[in-house]
C-alpha cells in the first residue's frame, strides 16, 4: 500500500508535467533538481513528495507510451 497524494500535489505535479515536461525523467534525483528550478518551494518534504509523483507519472507514461 502506498501512501495517498492530496490533490493539491497531484494538480501541481500534473501541471509542471504538462508545462516542463521535458525538463523531468524516470529518476528521482534529477527531478528534485528540476523542481528546485522551475519553482521556489521552501519545504523539503513537499518537494519530494511533488518529485516522488512526478517521477512515479513519467514512469507510467514511459511505460505506456502516452
Known amino acids: 500500500m502506498g501512501r495517498v497524494k492530496s490533490t ?3 494538480t ?4 509542471m508535467i504538462a508545462e516542463h515536461g521535458d525538463k523531468f525523467s524516470d529518476n528521482f534525483e534529477k527531478n528534485k533538481e528540476a523542481i528546485t528550478h522551475i519553482k521556489e518551494i521552501k519545504s523539503k518534504k513537499i518537494r519530494n513528495i511533488l518529485a516522488g509523483y512526478i ?4 514512469k507510467n507514461i ?3 507510451g502516452i
Open 62 to 64: 514511459k511505460k505506456t
Open 55 to 58: 517521477t512515479r507519472k513519467m
Open 8 to 10: 493539491a500535489i497531484k
Open 12 to 15: 501541481l505535479g500534473n501541471k
